[in-house]
């Protein structure tokens, strides 16, 4: 069955949707790369969860590249570099991170080591990440931009740190705020850097549209703004006011948008400076958006352009708007989430078990059958080319046929059982036919039916939420045998009891499809299976559901001789640490228990050895992972 590797790649779509973060090795493993560097070597999947594992940790566990981080980093900012360069733009650059794409320590951490050569910045939208953004080492020249609902205490300690020489910029989101402003600015005799948060008009298109527009929840709309200004001036705080932000909304899938929503930003901007505001930066917010199926269409799980374009169509939108509005080139600022982060992290787990959806043995003709039976079993004669659909119709009736003879009492349970058998085994012929067909894509539809269950040890909800809540996509790939033809369609359910709790939409070169090509698992060969870019958004909106808890993260360094390095492990959550996360005390519940087996060894039903193998089993339940062992 081995054919060259490129042929399964293709089957995945990897080449469109990896970025050239990822590659096949000749012997079919997943392997890390790192695209600057062609001629590094690969780092290959299994082998990496093989030497974590041999260190204690198990799958399933998020692995964070750090050199993948640091690629989208670069990228951004050298787009815009050379976006400015060619359009002879004269103002700068500055991205913030916006800290609720993913707010772990570790990633922080690493962003403000990488992002120092570009004075990269923070955006806080709440309290704790405003904590946060002050404890890390932000540059002089760096922006920590304050959004969302502020109270008295944000905006108190938000002015404060301009004492530290940061350039903290608090952005006006309502006119209520900007009397909190004012007054804890004259109280602590600390002048503001101020923002003001602009609603435009124009709508984006996408999964987040609702946030944009003038319906959404958040900025001034043109009266509001106006009135802001007059108190702006009256109070003497209209020179304090050098930022317009203005959102563009998540993942925006059409550049086309991004364009109009950039140009009418632009109005507002030279409108504010006309009424003696002297803004300096203007600020888009997120929406840059990462193609996570590699499809390059305007739909939810892509987008039509690349960061080189999108920074490309932001710059010249902004130069023509400024000019004509004989206003210097201000500022750009971004702060670009999910592309930062989105590549830099890769989910991995182990399938436990499969159900699959055929049998290998054809039940042997008997004298008693029930006709429809041996009608059934002659399908298998007819089931190549010309007559496949003929054949997979007539299957379903007989076996429909059979299950209602059985419900009216007129066929038994052994009856039944040979009907059923006899279906999964012209299933599996059904689906080799499939296989080998042509037209495989049109006949694999009407096999959507017969496709096999993969349970895979994780939880959808803890894991990958996106998932589970708005119908996020991400590229999902076994990471083992890919120079073998996978011979199955699945499924893949997670361990939760919940039927929502599965992936069953995929990203494959063709386009989505409602099943993942695998291969048949083989005894005491782990099958381990990746779900790729997601750094962004998941890890804090995951949940406990059933109690499963946060999964191991493993931060890896490659250093390009196929070689890696780990620099920094987060163990996943123990049975004890879940049980006191929904407020009951382990030790307590342990008491109980073992009060619960001395009541049965006094009462005879135990002995002294059963006493201690229970007790022990309880224990090491609660120290261990809440995930299959
Ligand atoms: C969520 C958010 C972002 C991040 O958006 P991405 O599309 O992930 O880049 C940026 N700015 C604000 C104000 C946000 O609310």
Wanted: proline fraction near 4%.
């Amino acid at each position: 069955m081995n054919a060259r590797a490129e042929t399964y790649e293709d089957l995945y779509g990897l080449h469109s949707w990896s970025n050239g973060l990822l590659d096949v090795t000749p012997d079919g493993a997943a392997c890390l790369r790192l695209p600057l560097q062609p001629g590094a070597r690969p780092t290959p999947l299994p082998q990496v969860i093989e030497a974590i594992e041999a260190r204690g940790i198990r799958a399933p566990v998020l692995l964070r590249v750090q050199q993948f981080l640091e690629h989208s980093l670069n990228r951004l900012h050298e787009a815009f570099r050379a976006a400015m360069e060619s359009t002879g733009y004269t103002g700068q650059y500055r991205g913030v991170f916006p800290i609720k794409v993913n707010q772990q320590a570790e990633v922080i951490s690493h962003l403000m080591t990488a992002g120092q050569q570009y004075n990269y910045g923070l955006e806080a939208g709440s309290k704790p990440e405003l904590l946060i953004a002050l404890s890390q080492p932000l540059t002089e020249d760096a922006l920590l931009i304050c959004n969302g609902s502020k109270d008295e205490d944000f905006i108190r300690l938000a002015l404060l740190s301009r004492k530290l020489g940061l350039r903290t910029v608090i952005v006006i989101e309502t006119l209520e705020e900007f009397d909190l402003i004012r007054r804890a600015s004259e109280d602590l005799n600390i002048r503001p850097l101020l923002g003001v948060r602009v609603k435009l008009t124009e709508r984006v298109t996408g999964k987040w549209q609702d946030s944009s527009g003038d319906r959404s929840a958040f900025g001034l709309g043109a009266h509001d703004l106006v009135t802001l200004m007059d108190r702006l001036r009256s109070s003497g705080f209209l020179d304090c006011l050098v930022l317009q932000h203005s959102h563009l909304g998540s993942q925006v899938p059409d550049i086309i948008d991004i364009r109009r929503a950039t140009g009418e930003a632009c109005r507002f901007f030279s409108e504010i400076a006309r009424m003696g505001a002297p803004l300096t930066h203007l600020d888009l917010g997120g929406g840059l958006g990462v193609d996570y199926s590699g499809a390059r269409r305007p739909d939810d799980n892509s987008v039509n352009y690349t960061v080189e374009e999108y920074c490309a169509n932001i710059v010249e939108t902004i130069r023509y708007a400024m000019d004509e509005a004989d206003l210097p080139h201000p500022v750009i600022v971004t702060e670009s989430g999910r592309f930062v982060v989105a590549h830099s992290s890769i989910f991995v787990f182990e399938v436990l078990g499969a159900t699959l959806y055929d049998a290998a043995q054809r039940p042997d003709t008997q004298a008693d059958d029930h006709h429809l039976i041996t009608d059934l079993l002659a399908v298998e004669n007819y089931i190549a080319a010309p007559r496949f659909q003929e054949a997979l119709n007539d299957a379903v009736y007989y076996r429909d046929e059979l299950r209602a003879l059985f419900r009216r009492g007129q066929i038994g349970l052994e009856q039944l059982s040979r009907a059923e058998q006899g279906f999964l085994y012209l299933a599996g012929l059904f689906k080799a036919a499939a296989h080998a067909g042509p037209s495989q894509a049109e006949t694999a539809a009407s096999l959507g039916a017969f496709t096999d269950h993969y349970l895979g040890n994780f939880s959808l909800f803890q894991s990958l939420p996106d998932v589970w809540a708005i119908g996020q996509l991400h590229p999902v790939m076994p990471l083992q045998r890919l120079n073998e033809l996978p011979a199955r369609q699945a499924v893949i359910s997670d361990i939760t009891c919940d039927s929502d709790g599965k992936l069953d939409q995929f990203i494959l070169a063709g386009g989505t499809a409602g099943a993942l090509p695998v291969h048949d698992l083989l005894e005491d060969t782990p099958y381990l299976i990746g779900v790729f870019f997601v750094g962004a958004y998941q890890e804090t909106l995951g949940d406990l559901h059933n109690l499963f808890g946060d999964a191991n993260v493993v931060t890896i360094s490659l250093d390009g001789t196929g070689e890696f390095s780990i620099e920094h492990e987060t163990e996943a959550d123990t049975v004890a640490e879940v049980l006191s996360y929904v407020e009951y005390d382990p030790r307590a519940c342990l008491d109980a228990f073992r009060k619960r087996v001395e009541l049965a060894v006094t009462a005879g039903k135990a002995d002294a050895a059963e006493r201690r193998r229970m007790i022990a089993a309880y224990k090491d339940a609660l120290a261990g992972s809440t995930y299959f062992d």
